[in-house]
């Protein structure tokens, strides 16, 4: 069985037709991990156990002659910034080092309820907090295409362990663009749902206002199954919307000859590399080929996202982070002698550079004298962001850019220059200030066979409509399966 | 220079962070420029534009009548009758505890 090319309904054909089992085939992408994952750094920890167990009771199924459910057997990882009960969660952390939580995530609940199975858990930025995974305390994690390269963040191994096929599916999570982001320099499909779609219970908190929980896959389809399985209102979250999921997977196939894509100018302008603007060029002459509208558009406050997004994430950030203080869980300093020390050098020790910096920001963006200036100005330029995308979206049905002005760059690059490495979100976050959900596709590569990926964004709650436009210029384009 | 070594220190002390004098100094290079960045949102006048702090309150999802995330609150009752994480369980991951309480550094000299 072709473990790089398999997919969530393969998989669960061919454990129902007796061709594998849940267990022989976990244990195949345990062999393919401990081949491949040393120069790649996918993973941080591995849960055989738990997985093993979990693929028994599939087997067991099978045996009983009983009906599978929707992800039986199916091998997926998780990042590291979501809890699993009794598996060690780091979130790339040396402050969460020998973490092990005591209750399992609803995203996760979900997945394992569907029958799926988890290998392990993947490598990310620090806290979630960084573009090219660099920021992990542990190590990065390289691209499986080209290893002098960052996979992009901060879900980079999530997109990663994709790419290499050691995971059919993973969960990731995005803040400013950390699903969408890997996933197109990975050369795999992102999802970041709607805010409120998905329970976001046990997701270790970096901005709650803009964090998603969301699949990163080898086709749409895929990404289309896990929605389905995560989606929905969770008592446990109380922003979690109490909305209808749809079944984003029936729908999937239905023509979209007549939908209006805007194109925003503001998305195609200065420090767009040339090989991704013909790529995301030709991606949008397919779509008006199979029948959709292409309409221009304007997002007038384009250019202030990027400043926008980080006042607001660091001032978010620098209060959920507070709970790291040495005192119930996590790292706790040893030389320390009164409280105040403790509580200091703890957090010294435990976080690294960008963690400290963004906590620095939003402190001082929220302190006494600077929070009119700086927090409330940027809530209410977001509010500016927001009307921008009211207005589309009265034209059209959804806005089709490029994911990431660049594609994957090198190890280092940009490591020296924080704001160089912020601008690499800078078609992204948008769409988490807005709420709006937001997927990537592959649509192409350069000429050094770097992926390069197609962004669709659509109205609060409308992934239907996102994932059909992504699914038809997937099979149009014969992508999806050639990783 | 919008911050100083001091201005660094003072707000290190709210975000009880300890940082090293090397720590300090690239921490007022890197907060400056990023400052120098976001300057550029003041040539927006917001004035009379509310703060959008959870957007997608504004907006209903298709065929709903409800906003997106609730904005009301939930009954006050327990639920799903869950009980509470049991004290073992919580205490698992304290740096120090006697098993009934997390145990830190002395607070109160007397």
């Known amino acids: 069985m072709d473990l790089q090319s398999l997919t969530i309904d393969e998989v669960r054909s061919s454990i129902a037709a007796g061709q594998t089992t849940a267990t022989a085939l976990a244990r195949s992408f345990y062999s393919k991990i401990e081949a491949q994952d040393g120069p790649i750094g996918a993973y941080l920890t591995l849960s055989k156990d738990r997985a093993i167990e979990k693929a028994n009771t599939i087997d067991a199924l099978v045996s009983q002659g009983k009906e599978l459910p929707p992800l039986a057997g199916v091998p997926v990882g998780i990042k590291d910034v979501m809890v699993t009960c009794g598996l060690r969660t780091t979130a790339g952390s040396k402050i969460l080092d020998n973490y092990i939580p005591p209750y399992d995530s609803t995203a996760v609940r979900r997945l394992e309820a569907a029958g799926a199975v988890v290998l392990g858990k993947t490598n990310c930025d620090e806290f979630a907090m960084g573009s090219s995974n660099e920021n992990s305390a542990f190590?990065?994690?390289?691209?499986?295409?080209?290893?002098?390269?960052?996979?992009?963040?901060?879900?980079?191994?999530?997109?990663?362990?994709?790419?290499?096929?050691?995971?059919?599916?993973?969960?990731?999570?995005?803040?400013?663009?950390?699903?969408?982001?890997?996933?197109?320099?990975?050369?795999?499909?992102?999802?970041?749902?709607?805010?409120?779609?998905?329970?976001?219970?046990?997701?270790?908190?970096?901005?709650?206002?803009?964090?998603?929980?969301?699949?990163?896959?080898?086709?749409?389809?895929?990404?289309?199954?896990?929605?389905?399985?995560?989606?929905?209102?969770?008592?446990?979250?109380?922003?979690?919307?109490?909305?209808?999921?749809?079944?984003?997977v029936t729908d999937l196939d239905k023509p979209v000859r007549g939908l209006r894509l805007g194109v925003p100018k503001e998305y195609f302008g200065e420090g767009l590399e040339p090989e991704v603007r013909s790529a995301v060029e030709a991606a949008i002459e397919k779509l008006a080929s199979l029948g959709c509208e292409i309409v221009p558009v304007s997002l007038p406050h384009t250019e202030y996202a990027i400043p926008t997004y980080y006042l607001v994430a660091t001032a978010e950030a620098s209060s959920n982070l507070a709970r790291y203080d040495g005192v119930r869980y996590g790292h706790r300093s040893k030389t320390v002698r009164t409280l105040a020390e403790m509580y200091e050098r703890t957090r010294d020790e435990g976080f690294g550079a960008e963690v400290?910096?963004?906590?620095?920001?939003?402190?001082?963006?929220?302190?006494?004298?600077?929070?009119?200036?700086?927090?409330?100005?940027?809530?209410?330029?977001?509010?500016?962001?927001?009307?921008?995308?009211?207005?589309?979206?009265?034209?059209?049905?959804?806005?089709?850019?490029?994911?990431?002005?660049?594609?994957?760059?090198?190890?280092?690059?940009?490591?020296?220059?924080?704001?160089?490495?912020?601008?690499?979100?800078?078609?992204?976050?948008?769409?988490?200030?807005?709420?709006?959900?937001?997927?990537?596709?592959?649509?192409?590569?350069?000429?050094?066979?770097?992926?390069?990926?197609?962004?669709?964004?659509?109205?609060?709650?409308?992934?239907?409509?996102?994932?059909?436009?992504?699914?038809s210029y997937e099979k149009s384009s014969g992508r999806g399966l050639k990783i | 220079m919008k911050v100083t070594e001091d201005d660094v220190r003072y707000v290190a002390a709210l975000a009880n962070l300890e940082l090293t004098d090397d720590e300090n100094r690239r921490m007022v290079e890197d907060l400056n420029s990023i400052l120098d960045y976001v300057d550029r949102l003041n040539k927006l006048d917001t004035s009379g534009i509310s703060p959008g702090g959870q957007v997608a309150e504004r907006f209903a999802g298709p065929g709903s009548e409800r906003a997106g995330p609730?904005?009301?609150?939930?009954?006050?009752?327990?639920?799903?009758?869950?009980?509470?994480?049991?004290?073992?369980?919580?205490?698992?991951?304290?740096p120090k505890s006697d098993g009934t309480f997390f145990l830190v550094p002395k607070v109160i000299e007397r």
């Not at chain 1, 924080?418 to 997927?439: Q, S």
Request: glycine share 8%.
């Open chain 2, 70 to 94: 609730t904005s009301e609150l939930r009954e006050d009752q327990l639920y799903g009758l869950r009980p509470s994480l049991p004290q073992t369980d919580a205490l698992v991951n304290a």
């Open chain 1, 139 to 248: 190590k990065p994690v390289r691209n499986p295409r080209d290893l002098s390269r960052v996979p992009g963040g901060s879900s980079g191994g999530s997109a990663a362990a994709v790419a290499a096929g050691m995971a059919v599916a993973t969960l990731g999570s995005d803040t400013g663009g950390s699903i969408r982001q890997p996933a197109s320099f990975c050369g795999v499909v992102g999802l970041m749902p709607t805010y409120g779609r998905v329970s976001r219970y046990g997701l270790i908190a970096f901005a709650s206002s803009l964090d998603h929980i969301g699949p990163l896959t080898k086709t749409v389809r895929d990404a289309a199954i896990v929605l389905r399985t995560i989606a929905g209102r969770d008592p446990m979250d109380s922003t979690s919307a109490d909305l209808p999921v749809p079944d984003y």
């Open chain 1, 356 to 471: 400290k910096r963004r906590i620095m920001l939003g402190t001082y963006a929220l302190s006494a004298g600077y929070y009119d200036a700086y927090y409330l100005k940027a809530q209410r330029v977001r509010t500016l962001l927001a009307r921008d995308f009211e207005e589309a979206f009265k034209k059209v049905d959804a806005i089709v850019t490029p994911t990431s002005p660049t594609p994957a760059f090198k190890l280092g690059e940009k490591t020296e220059d924080p704001l160089a490495m912020y601008l690499a979100d800078v078609y992204t976050v948008t769409a988490d200030l807005v709420g709006i959900p937001g997927i990537s596709v592959p649509c192409g590569e350069t000429r050094q066979r770097l992926p390069i990926g197609l962004q669709i964004l659509a109205r609060h709650f409308d992934e239907a409509t996102m994932l059909r436009i992504a699914q």
